[in-house]
T-cell receptor
Framework: GEDVEQSLFLSVREGDSSVINCTYT??????LYWYKQEPGAGLQLLTY?????DMKQDQRLTVLLNKKDKHLSLRIADTQTGDSAIYFC??????????FGKGTRLHILP | GAGVSQSPSNKVTEKGKDVELRCDPI?????LYWYRQSLGQGLEFLIY????????KSGLPSDRFSAERTGGSVSTLTIQRTQQEDSAVYLC???????????FGPGTRLLVL
């Protein structure tokens, strides 16, 4: 069935790198997304990657895509307290529906 | 231009009452989506509009839920005879033609007492 899976929690020390992992099911997905949700706020698009790319870098964010294993990761370099949020992985399906994971809550340790 | 807007931002209602949630998509976006996020859960897809038609209503949880979109713009999600389990944040998103990135509104927080 359709499923996007990611771990629910991640704790990282301030200044370290955070790596949030995600697996998806639809090998025909065109786009894969990372969204950020801060407390009390709506979802905010962080970055996305086309399925024909292996990597995308945008300032402190690096997205890696392994199509063979259907594995997506988001790396945040030099993690700051403002990065504390829930991060959602999502894939676009062949019927234009977007499926989201349950979200990974990133907690920053001082 | 402006992003996706939703109203009301918060709604408290009594069990059994009907509620209407509104979504104003980004101007020019033909695709519009409704999602629901319950406490501790991921996003649950409800319905998708392309223009005024809804090719995918598969996510609507029961026949108490309905949605419409007129003029290819504003959409309303109606929940009839609300139940406590309907309490959630209802998120709307829009995208250009449906295959591109979705942009989300701030959500409507619904609490059914």
């Amino acid at each position: 069935g359709e499923d996007v899976e990611q771990s629910l929690f991640l704790s990282v020390r301030e200044g370290d790198s955070s790596v949030i992992n995600c697996t998806y099911t639809d090998s025909s997905s065109t786009y894969l997304y990372w969204y950020k949700q801060e407390p009390g706020a709506g979802l905010q698009l962080l970055t996305y990657i086309f399925s024909n790319m292996d990597m995308k870098q945008d300032q402190r964010l690096t997205v890696l895509l392994n199509k063979k294993d259907k594995h997506l990761s988001l790396r945040i370099a030099d993690t700051q307290t403002g990065d504390s949020a829930i991060y959602f992985c999502a894939e676009s399906m062949s019927d234009d529906k977007i499926i989201f994971g349950k979200g990974t809550r990133l907690h920053i340790l001082p | 231009g402006a992003g996706v807007s939703q109203s009301p931002s918060n709604k408290v209602t009594e069990k059994g009452k009907d509620v209407e949630l509104r979504c104003d998509p980004i101007s020019g976006h033909t695709a519009l989506y409704w999602y629901r996020q319950s406490l501790g859960q991921g996003l649950e897809f409800l319905i998708y509009f392309q223009g005024n038609s809804a090719p995918d209503k598969s996510g609507l949880p029961s026949d108490r839920f309905s949605a419409e979109r007129t003029g290819g713009s504003v959409s309303t999600l109606t929940i009839q005879r609300t139940q406590q389990e309907d309490s959630a944040v209802y998120l709307c998103a829009s995208s250009f033609q449906g295959k591109e990135t979705q942009y989300f509104g701030p959500g409507t927080r619904l609490l059914v007492l």
